[in-house]
Structure formats: structure tokens, C-alpha cells
T-cell receptor
């Protein structure tokens, strides 16, 4: 396993469309995190999973956003009815239970036109 | 509090040392981290320090932690052009949420 992977790397969509991103964590990592990063800012926490359970959600995560990790391995982040303000880099990270160091994927860059 | 603060820009000449500073907010943070982000790329973990340590050295990188002042710094010795990137410090706050600073853009002048 070479690290956290994310697909797609880039996504351009029209306002109002739904988009789904996928994250594959490092295989032995139990925790998986989603972040959003806009230009000139640090990453902002969105949500995280311990195995398949979603344990924490940021208030940034509106009801148009939903994340799943059905089998405790890969995760998906869906954005419904996209808005131009959703344009950002969406980063995924994973970590082991007992160590808190998070390893990041390359991100999915979303542009909403 | 959620604000992790960093200065936005730093320029150094190749071969000099760079010092990137960070002020964090949560005195109960167990680990503090430095990440590097190159243009268009994800975040690369550079190093981290456990909160009961004052200093950690890893090759050209030296991390200093002043818990009293909640101040973290990253020193890069013999800075190279390949070190040009944005550097983020991060702390873990209760709820296992990472909070990142706004990033310091390091420019290395040949």
C-alpha cells in the first residue's frame, strides 16, 4: 500500500449537479478524515470515521454533504446540488487508532461553474 | 479556540536557515505537526512533536515547542530551492479534530 489515494483528482461540474468523491485510506488505518481547503487557507475539518462509524461532523458540513464508509475501508463524500462556493480542494486523510498522525491523499479539486 | 496562527510569507536565500513560526491554542494538544504542501499537491507530513518534548531534530529539520507560550517553530537548515512550498502547523483539539494554521509560504531565492 503506497498511501492514501483519492479519485477523481479533478472534477468540473455545473451548479446544481451532484458530485461524489472517493477516498481509499492506508489499508490498516481505522480512522478516515475529510477536509476542505480553499485557496490561501489551511485545510478545514469536515468529518471523520472510526471504522464505519461517522463520529464527528463539523458545522461546515451542510445537509447537502454526506459521507459514508460502509465497510470501514474506502469512503465517499457526496455533495448534492453543488454551489459555486463548494469549489475547493477536498482532502482525505487516514490514521491508525492509537497514533494520531494523519496521512493525506493528493486531494480532489472541485470546480463548480 | 480554533485559531492556529502563522505568518503568511517568508523569503530566504538558498543555503540560509528558515524559521517558520506558529502559535496554537489548545494547551491539551498531545501532538503538534508540521506539514508541507507543494503547488497542486496534498499535504506531506514533515515531522511532529509530542507535547512533553521541547525539541525534536530530524536531519535538516528542528522543531521547537514552547508550551508555556503555545509557540511552535520549524527550522530548516541549509534551505534549498526544493523547500519552496507552503508549510502548515496543525494541532489536535478535543474530538480528535485537526486544526491547521493558514500556512506560511516559503520562497527560497537562488
Amino acid at each position: 500500500d503506497t498511501g492514501v489515494s483519492q479519485n477523481p483528482r479533478h472534477k468540473i461540474t455545473k451548479r446544481g449537479q451532484n458530485v461524489t468523491f472517493r477516498c481509499d485510506p492506508i489499508s490498516e488505518h481505522n480512522r478516515l478524515y475529510w477536509y476542505r481547503q480553499t485557496l490561501g487557507q489551511g485545510p478545514e475539518f469536515l468529518t471523520y470515521f472510526q471504522n464505519e462509524a461517522q463520529l464527528e461532523k463539523s458545522r461546515l458540513l451542510s445537509d447537502r454533504f454526506s459521507a459514508e464508509r460502509p465497510k470501514g475501508s474506502f469512503s465517499t463524500l457526496e455533495i448534492q446540488r453543488t454551489e459555486q462556493g463548494d469549489s475547493a480542494m477536498y482532502l482525505c486523510a487516514s490514521s491508525l487508532d492509537l497514533t494520531e498522525t494523519q496521512y493525506f491523499g493528493p486531494g480532489t479539486r472541485l470546480l463548480v461553474l | 479556540g480554533e485559531d492556529v496562527e502563522q505568518s503568511l510569507f517568508l523569503s530566504v536565500r538558498e543555503g540560509d536557515s528558515s524559521v517558520i513560526n506558529c502559535t496554537y491554542t489548545d494547551s491539551s494538544s498531545t501532538y503538534l505537526y508540521w506539514y508541507k504542501q507543494e503547488p497542486g499537491a496534498g499535504l506531506q507530513l514533515l515531522t511532529y512533536i509530542f507535547s512533553n518534548m521541547d525539541m525534536k531534530q530530524d536531519q535538516r529539520l528542528t522543531v521547537l515547542l514552547n508550551k508555556k507560550d503555545k509557540h511552535l517553530s520549524l527550522r530548516i537548515a541549509d534551505t534549498q530551492t526544493g523547500d519552496s512550498a507552503i508549510y502548515f502547523c496543525a494541532e489536535i483539539q478535543p474530538g480528535n479534530q485537526f486544526y491547521f494554521g493558514t500556512g506560511t509560504s516559503l520562497t527560497v531565492i537562488p
